[in-house]
């Protein structure tokens, strides 16, 4: 990978690092303790708690042009994206990979060509809460958007922020993702009206819009090939980018038949967890309390407790 200062990325002008069109495609296993695309899809899709403690499988499912902390997980290169964003199977399972997280956060794509997203009646109000106190889920949703963006989903990035800057100024639900909205996610979009109509929403509802002298580009590298408006390149409707002022919901939980299996599924995740934990803890050798050595510490700081809980560090991003 070529490096600009501390940011790993690859050349422009490569055309064989394909890490990321051979994960989408089943062809790859993410890593670390991650797996092919579709088995992450069909297996962990529900479990939150999982979904929370794992931190390597964000760079898999979203890849961006700049590394994140899972050093395993290659960045995004200019090649591949292009090849994705015309890729039909690709784009599906791009959708699939948004709606694990759609689900995650308590939401549901109610519309596959706009890209609307609503609440989930069953489980948002559960999800918000999470959401509100678990921090390091702002920096996966910066990279989530920048993603959508790249792979030509403007417009569902619009919809998502569009949803977002109301549950958290109209609707005060979110309030502690304020901050992050403002001053990183709505500043991935790429074109000047989009960002002026979503500056406008935020004016509305907050009352002022105010970046702390950021430069209107979120934590962007600077100007790259990644930070361009894309046009969906699949479908035949180009889509609206229409604001819209009052909250969607969903009908039902696109996925009540199979939640009893999801919250099982996560269930038996804590219960491995916990044991894990325990079995690490009795294997670690007595210390005595008055000289616990650094790396002993590390130790313990690093290891999620079960449960999972906030990490807000950033090695999801």
């Known amino acids: 990978f070529k490096k600009m200062g501390q940011v790993q990325t690859i050349p422009d002008d490569d055309t064989t690092s394909l890490c990321n069109i051979e994960f989408y495609t089943n062809k790859l296993k993410s890593t670390?303790?991650?797996?092919?695309?579709?088995?992450?899809?069909?297996n962990w899709i529900g479990n939150w708690e999982l979904l929370e403690d794992h931190h390597g499988y964000v760079q898999w499912l979203f890849p961006?042009?700049?590394?994140?902390?899972?050093?395993?997980?290659?960045?995004?290169?200019?090649?591949?994206?292009?090849?994705?964003?015309?890729d039909k199977t690709i784009r599906h399972a791009i959708i699939d990979s948004y709606k694990l997280m759609l689900d995650f956060y308590g939401l549901v794509l109610l519309?596959?060509?706009?890209?609307?997203?609503?609440?989930?009646?069953?489980?948002?109000?559960?999800?918000?809460?999470?959401?509100?106190?678990?921090?390091?889920?702002y920096l996966r949703i910066t990279r989530i958007?920048?993603?959508?963006?790249?792979?030509?989903?403007?417009?569902?990035k619009f919809a998502f922020l569009n949803h977002f800057v109301l549950e958290i100024f109209k609707y005060k639900v979110l309030s502690n993702c304020g901050d992050s909205c403002v001053r990183y996610w709505a500043p991935t979009l790429r074109l000047e009206k989009h960002r002026q109509a979503m500056d406008a929403l935020i004016k509305k509802h907050r009352?002022?819009?105010?970046?702390?002298?950021?430069?209107?580009?979120?934590?962007?590298?600077?100007?790259?090939?990644?930070?361009?408006?894309f046009p969906d390149e699949i479908q035949s409707n180009q889509p609206q980018f229409q604001i819209y002022n009052k909250i969607k919901k969903a009908e039902n939980d696109p996925f009540e038949k199979d939640r009893a299996t999801f919250i099982q599924r996560m269930k038996d995740y804590e219960n491995q967890s916990r044991m894990r934990f325990r079995r690490m803890m009795h294997s670690r050798p007595t210390v005595d309390s008055d000289s616990?050595?650094?790396?002993?510490?590390?130790?313990?700081?690093?290891?999620?407790?079960?449960?999972?809980?906030?990490?807000?560090?950033?090695?999801?991003?």
Request: with cysteine; glycine share 14%.
């Open 111 to 137: 519309d596959e060509v706009e890209g609307t997203v609503g609440r989930n009646p069953a489980t948002f109000e559960g999800r918000y809460k999470h959401l509100n106190r678990s921090f390091h889920n």
């Open 64 to 86: 961006i042009r700049e590394g994140g902390m899972n050093s395993s997980a290659q960045p995004l290169s200019k090649h591949e994206a292009s090849i994705m964003r015309k």
């Open 32 to 42: 670390p303790n991650g797996g092919y695309h579709k088995f992450i899809i069909n």
């Open 207 to 229: 009352g002022y819009l105010n970046r702390r002298g950021r430069d209107g580009t979120g934590d962007e590298d600077g100007e790259n090939w990644s930070t361009v408006y």
């Open 292 to 317: 616990e050595s650094e790396s002993d510490s590390d130790t313990m700081v690093d290891t999620p407790m079960p449960g999972g809980g906030g990490n807000r560090d950033s090695s999801s991003f």
């Open 145 to 156: 958007c920048k993603w959508l963006g790249i792979m030509g989903l403007e417009h569902y």
